[in-house]
């Protein structure tokens, strides 16, 4: 059928009885091309006023690739094909939270996922979070997302960065975390195939180690939430960060439920120790096997396209204080512009700081310090301080000589609930509530962690008119306080 239609403009998006009233010859070419509501007149006028053709297509099992080159061969111009590609890819995960089956989908969206990479996926997860879809839901099914894009993941090209490049660095780490693992699987094979508890008690000591090594993988994880992550919210990307994130703690609870077993094993019953190595162990490698193909295929080359030269030499830059799972390679230098390079003024991006001033005195009502000395008196408490602002920003930490939670300058500037894991997050937003409201002014936890009871306070912070400015957060170990009694009123060369 000839049909001059040259320069006209379809959206995909219209409704199929909006397109075919416009377009009357659209009627025939829709039947052929398999829309069954097309060739039906009651159908076009009732339910396809409702249908548009993308919904049309998905419904009937179509290629849109297949309808697009139809529809181009006959001179039409396909409208806003990026959006139209966005918002089926953000349907087909929108299909999978409605429980359909991903083969299905996958077959039904063969071309168009084949090509799908990993920022597109992070940007489509970000959108769906802000449209309303839970990043609990997400959590759960993230897995299920990555198999439906799998195709596309693997034929994405891979560069290998220099090594010292903090990407380089993470891929090695996860190299050696993987070969921790070869090993790890075939103990607990043992493990579970063990028949007496002498044979199960010779392994125990190979169990421990391996998983002790395992345990390290905290360093990893560390480095993401607290520096990587950072950078990628500045560039909007927090939902998938968020997500993953609560990944890292549920991988978190398994390493802890496993070493507390096996702390205790020759006081417990040997059919725990299989139960433990069946229930948790197992799933504990799946899970970590699965966050490396996550990094290795969606975080990576993401944040290689996101971040820049100059943030990337911030990760490194305070990457060494969290410590590294394997000592990184050199070589990768951050290129300079060359303006910068001419005038020697360039350095890796850094948290905001005050230069002006340092030795000149700050006047304050009961005295006057310079910044240098302000700087050296928190630091030099034996806690931890920590200052949010009025908008929820992360504007100054104290880096004081023993650290009880980690914390690196890529959280300045960064919302307060990012900083938080996920689980603990709502926590944190009812005492900024609380405290912006005026219903309290402080709030007080304390937990046992790492061997040391742990005192965390939140005080608000308010103006003379009583205005809410912020909260400070102070940490401090107090284990050797709680041991305190009777008095001391002497000072002493041996204390």
Same mark, same amino acid.
């Given at each position: #059928?000839?049909?001059?239609?040259?320069?006209? @403009?379809?959206?995909?998006?219209?409704?199929?009885?909006?397109?075919?009233?416009?377009?009357?010859?659209?009627?025939?070419?829709?039947?052929? %091309?398999?829309?069954?509501?097309?060739?039906?007149?009651?159908?076009?006028?009732?339910? +396809?006023?409702? *249908?548009? &053709?993308?919904? /049309?297509?998905?419904?009937? /099992?179509?290629?849109?690739?297949?309808?697009?080159?139809?529809?181009?061969?006959?001179?039409?111009?396909?409208?806003?094909?990026?959006?139209?590609?966005?918002?089926?890819?953000?349907?087909?995960?929108?299909?999978?939270?409605?429980?359909?089956?991903?083969?299905?989908?996958?077959?039904?969206?063969?071309? %168009?996922?084949?090509?799908?990479?990993?920022?597109?996926?992070?940007?489509?997860?970000?959108?769906?979070?802000?449209?309303?879809?839970?990043?609990?839901? @997400?959590?759960?099914?993230?897995?299920?997302?990555?198999?439906?894009?799998?195709? +596309?993941?693997?034929?994405?090209?891979?560069?290998?960065?220099?090594?010292?490049?903090? !990407?380089?660095?993470?891929?090695?780490?996860?190299?050696?975390?993987?070969?921790?693992?070869?090993?790890?699987?075939?103990?607990?094979?043992?493990?579970?195939?063990?028949?007496?508890?002498?044979?199960?008690?010779?392994?125990?000591?190979?169990?421990?180690?391996?998983?002790?090594?395992?345990?390290?993988?905290?360093?990893?994880?560390?480095?993401?939430?607290?520096?990587?992550?950072?950078?990628?919210?500045?560039?909007?990307?927090?939902?998938?960060?968020?997500? #993953?994130?609560? &990944?890292?703690?549920?991988?978190?609870?398994? %390493?802890?439920?496993?070493?507390?077993?096996?702390?205790?094993?020759?006081?417990?019953?040997?059919?725990? %120790?299989?139960?433990?190595?069946?229930?948790?162990?197992?799933?504990?490698?799946?899970?970590?096997?699965?966050?490396?193909?996550?990094?290795?295929?969606?975080? $990576?080359? #993401?944040?290689?396209?996101?971040?820049?030269?100059?943030?990337?030499?911030?990760?490194?830059?305070?990457?060494?204080?969290? +410590?590294?799972?394997?000592?990184?390679?050199?070589?990768?230098?951050?290129? *300079?512009?060359?303006?910068?390079?001419?005038?020697?003024?360039?350095?890796?991006?850094?948290?905001?700081?005050?230069?002006?001033?340092?030795?000149?005195?700050?006047?304050?009502?009961?005295?006057?310090?310079?910044?240098?000395?302000?700087?050296? &008196?928190?630091?030099?408490?034996?806690?931890?301080?920590?200052?949010?602002?009025?908008?929820?920003?992360?504007?100054? $930490?104290?880096?004081?000589?023993?650290?009880?939670?980690?914390?690196?300058?890529?959280? &300045?500037?960064?919302? !307060?609930?990012?900083?938080?894991?996920?689980?603990?997050?709502?926590? @944190?937003?009812?005492?900024?509530?609380? $405290?912006?409201?005026?219903?309290?002014?402080?709030?007080? $936890?304390?937990?046992?962690?790492?061997?040391?009871? !742990?005192?965390?306070?939140?005080?608000?912070?308010?103006?003379?008119?009583?205005?809410?400015?912020? *909260?400070?957060?102070?940490?401090?170990? *107090?284990?050797?306080?709680?041991?305190?009694?009777?008095?001391?009123?002497?000072?002493?060369?041996?204390?």
């Amino acid at each position: #059928m000839a049909v001059n239609v040259k320069n006209k @403009v379809l959206d995909l998006n219209r409704t199929l009885y909006d397109l075919t009233e416009e377009y009357p010859e659209l009627i025939e070419v829709f039947a052929e %091309l398999g829309l069954a509501e097309a060739g039906n007149a009651l159908l076009r006028k009732t339910l +396809g006023r409702k *249908v548009t &053709i993308i919904e /049309g297509i998905e419904r009937n /099992g179509l290629s849109l690739t297949e309808v697009k080159k139809r529809l181009e061969s006959m001179g039409f111009a396909i409208q806003d094909e990026r959006r139209q590609r966005r918002e089926t890819l953000k349907e087909i995960i929108r299909d999978i939270h409605r429980q359909q089956s991903p083969e299905e989908l996958k077959e039904r969206f063969r071309d %168009l996922l084949s090509d799908v990479g990993a920022t597109e996926i992070a940007q489509l997860e970000q959108e769906l979070i802000h449209e309303g879809l839970p990043e609990s839901e @997400v959590k759960s099914l993230c897995d299920v997302h990555v198999a439906v894009f799998q195709e +596309g993941l693997d034929k994405q090209e891979r560069p290998e960065e220099q090594g010292g490049h903090p !990407v380089h660095t993470f891929r090695k780490e996860n190299k050696a975390i993987t070969a921790v693992i070869g090993e790890y699987k075939p103990v607990l094979e043992r493990v579970l195939k063990a028949s007496s508890a002498q044979e199960l008690s010779t392994m125990l000591k190979d169990w421990q180690d391996l998983h002790e090594q395992l345990s390290e993988i905290e360093k990893h994880y560390s480095r993401k939430e607290n520096i990587l992550f950072a950078y990628l919210e500045k560039h909007g990307v927090s939902g998938p960060p968020k997500v #993953m994130w609560a &990944i890292h703690d549920d991988i978190r609870a398994q %390493l802890k439920e496993v070493e507390n077993t096996l702390s205790q094993a020759g006081e417990i019953d040997t059919a725990i %120790l299989r139960n433990i190595a069946e229930r948790t162990a197992q799933p504990l490698l799946k899970a970590i096997e699965d966050m490396i193909y996550k990094e290795e295929n969606i975080l $990576f080359p #993401m944040s290689l396209e996101t971040l820049s030269e100059g943030e990337w030499a911030a990760v490194v830059d305070q990457s060494a204080e969290i +410590g590294y799972l394997v000592e990184p390679d050199q070589g990768w230098v951050a290129a *300079v512009p060359p303006e910068a390079a001419a005038s020697g003024t360039y350095q890796p991006q850094r948290a905001e700081s005050v230069d002006k001033g340092i030795g000149e005195p700050l006047a304050f009502e009961t005295g006057a310090l310079t910044l240098d000395q302000i700087s050296l &008196i928190f630091d030099n408490l034996p806690l931890d301080i920590t200052f949010v602002d009025e908008n929820d920003t992360v504007r100054y $930490f104290s880096l004081g000589k023993e650290r009880i939670f980690q914390r690196s300058k890529a959280i &300045i500037g960064r919302n !307060v609930q990012n900083c938080h894991p996920p689980d603990s997050v709502h926590i @944190v937003k009812k005492i900024v509530e609380d $405290f912006r409201s005026g219903k309290r002014n402080a709030a007080h $936890f304390w937990i046992q962690l790492n061997g040391k009871f !742990v005192y965390i306070q939140y005080f608000a912070v308010r103006d003379k008119e009583g205005k809410y400015r912020g *909260v400070v957060e102070v940490t401090q170990d *107090v284990q050797e306080i709680r041991k305190l009694e009777g008095e001391k009123r002497i000072y002493a060369d041996d204390q």
